[in-house]
């Protein structure tokens, strides 16, 4: 089955960027506590590619293979160009996705973006509840998901939903996945958050309790075995809650290739978190070097790059070390064995995560949403204190 | 779900899947949302010819046809559209 961060069958392993994720803006009218943006994103949304420059972008990956287009950000539709970028996508034979937060979707740009051959449209929602809705996000869109959920319906497109889970809705799983049934979704993506960006600075006032974690997969289950659902899940596990770590991205440039707003081409979200990388952008590098050759793409590709203990266990090729942004922001060392596995000399890292989660002096701290003082506080360092105080970084 | 596969049946892909041929890959793939199947050559030649008219005997008669040489293609034939009817990928009309 396909897991919802890499979009590709896990049958298909060869290297072609299968998975082209467009993200065009980090402007963005939520301001999701969980976000795995950059927290120094505002550095990015002066300088975004134009509509040609994507239009090119388009063209090189497809040349290359990829075939399903995520449109994300930040909020897609603030651009007004999206339509043109669909219309090019569906000419170019793209699958492709608008991922959206719904605001912004109305119903004329809804039919220009069906005229235009937009395959599918994937809305976050965030609760059952318009209270932990309108908390989490900082903003007052319940109603407006509710509209725009149904607009996605009216115009026959497949109804996927996105729903990041967290502390603070991860006991109404029973109840989400009934209002999406309700709605008439036909996936639904149950995230759990996973710690980078803005929910790394959040993580303690995010991660569930692993007795949250197990009934909130039990109901999946249930929810999943009885016939009369015909919904498809996709349930995201939380990492930190494993004793192995997660076969990231399905590897460092094996199927999946993110173009940035600005331009940079990178093989994970937040690849852009390891110190010395420099990453290539499609205003000056060719997109066929980018992906086989550079750099950037070549360092963590395959296991050559491991260290003790990953390069002489046993299971490497399994999870090829887990995600080298995890063991980097954690230990300090992009090369380490990710901190999640129980082979790691650094697991204790996550031991202590989960435990000050608990932690009620950590874990009733004020959220740092994202938004953009949030992201030039994090530009000018004054948010160092908060991650020196939460994690365990060196 | 009864997924027995009858001569007389029409199959066509899901809503929402989309069957192409990849040149960068060279083979067919279904494409649905959040996901791919790669489709070996034989699956490949049987799903260009689901063209909402032909049943599920006509593909075999046309296979057959076009492939005298191979062995009993029959059960692979019926193998695939049992395989392709339980994954979702296609829905009798």
Redesign the interface.
């Known amino acids: 089955m396909a897991q919802p961060n890499n979009g590709v069958s896990s049958a298909v392993t060869h290297t072609q960027p299968l998975w082209l994720l467009a993200e065009v803006t980090y402007r963005c009218p939520m301001h999701c506590a969980f976000c795995y943006n950059p927290t120094d994103y505002d550095k990015h949304t002066q300088n975004e590619l134009t509509t040609e420059q994507w239009i090119q972008a388009l063209r090189d990956a497809r040349k290359l293979g990829a075939i399903q287009l995520g449109i994300s950000g930040g909020e897609p539709l603030l651009r007004d160009d999206i339509e043109d970028i669909v219309i090019e996508a569906k000419k170019l034979g793209y699958y492709s996705n608008l991922i959206t937060s719904g605001v912004g979707l109305t119903e004329q740009r809804i039919q220009a973006l069906k005229d235009g051959g937009l395959d599918h449209i994937q809305l976050s929602m965030h609760d059952i509840t318009e209270d932990i809705n309108n908390f989490i996000t900082n903003t007052k869109t319940f109603q407006l998901k509710q509209k725009v959920a149904a607009m996605i319906k009216s115009h026959g497109y497949p109804m996927v939903l996105n729903v990041v889970i967290h502390r603070y809705n991860i006991g109404h799983m029973k109840e989400i996945l009934e209002m999406a049934e309700a709605l008439g979704a036909d996936y639904i993506e149950l995230a759990n958050t996973q710690y980078y960006g803005w929910s790394l600075i959040n993580r303690s006032q995010l991660m569930p309790t692993k007795e949250q974690v197990d009934e909130a997969e039990a109901i999946t289950n249930t929810f999943r075995a009885n016939p009369n659902n015909k919904m498809k899940i996709f349930f995201v596990v939380p990492d930190y809650y494993s004793d192995r770590p997660k076969k990231c991205m399905n590897g460092w440039g094996e199927v999946f290739m993110i173009v940035t707003a600005n331009g940079d081409v990178l093989p994970c979200h937040s690849a852009r978190s390891l110190p010395n990388m420099k990453f290539p952008n499609v205003r000056d590098s060719d997109l066929g070097w980018s992906w086989k050759e550079s750099p950037a793409f070549t360092k963590y590709r395959g296991t050559s790059w491991m260290k003790e203990p990953c390069s002489s266990c046993s299971e490497k090729e399994n999870d090829l070390g887990g995600c080298r942004c995890q063991a980097f922001l954690l230990t300090g060392d992009a090369e380490a064995a990710d901190p999640v596995c129980s082979k790691s000399p650094h697991r204790h890292l996550i031991d202590k995560a989960i435990e000050d989660a608990r932690n009620p002096v950590f874990s009733e701290q004020p959220i740092v949403f994202r938004n953009d003082k949030n992201s030039k506080r994090v530009i000018a360092g004054e948010l160092n204190d908060r991650l020196d105080e939460f994690h365990s970084l060196p | 779900m009864d997924n027995k596969i009858e001569h007389a049946d029409v199959y066509t892909l899901a809503?929402?899947h989309?069957f192409?041929w990849?040149e960068?890959?060279q083979n067919y793939?279904i494409?649905?949302?959040?996901?791919?199947?790669?489709l070996h050559g034989g699956a490949g030649e049987v799903l260009k010819r689901l063209d909402g008219k032909a049943t599920v005997g006509d593909v075999v008669a046309d296979l057959k046809a076009t492939f005298p040489d191979a062995d009993d293609i029959e059960s692979d034939i019926i193998g695939m559209f049992e395989l392709a009817v339980s994954k979702g990928w296609l829905r009798k009309i």
């Open positions: 809503h929402h989309r192409q990849e960068a890959q793939v494409l649905f949302p959040e996901g791919m199947v790669k």
